[in-house]
Nanobody, 120 residues
Framework: QLQASGGGLVQAGGSLRLSCAAS????????MGWFRQAPGKEREFVAA????????DYSDSVKGRFTISRDNAKNTGNLQMNSLKVADTAVYYC???????????????WGQGTLVTVSS
């Protein structure tokens, strides 16, 4: 089970930190990632991090603004989001998978999502 939290309403240019708490699967065995889905749009890859945390990948739309991290000892992960834009408004999902990939089918476990709303 994955529990995402930290979403909310923020003004453009602001910051939010999303958290993901995992229970059940062995967290450290899995790639952790974040996807997002805006109203009326397809689910979109945001970021992913390797099992040990040494390798990360970001979509071009968030590169340089978002930072993904994880703490295997605590079975948690985070997504620090800075310089937020209105276009970042979406429901954000934390995921666990077996490959560091931008493709949703590569992820086995999905959290319930947390809503991020960025106002202008």
């Amino acid at each position: 089970q994955l529990q995402a939290s930290g979403g909310g309403l923020v003004q453009a240019g602001g910051s939010l930190r999303l958290s993901c708490a995992a229970s059940g699967p062995i967290f450290s065995n899995y790639i952790m990632g974040w996807f997002r889905q805006a109203p009326g749009k397809e689910r979109e890859f945001v970021a992913a991090i390797s099992t040990g945390g040494s390798v990360t990948d970001y979509s071009d739309s968030v590169k340089g603004r978002f930072t993904i991290s994880r703490d295997n000892a605590k079975n948690t992960g985070n997504l620090q989001m800075n310089s937020l834009k209105v276009a970042d408004t979406a429901v954000y999902y934390c995921v666990l998978g077996r490959a560091l990939s931008p493709r949703p089918p590569m992820y086995d476990f999905w959290g319930q999502g947390t809503l991020v709303t960025v106002s202008s």
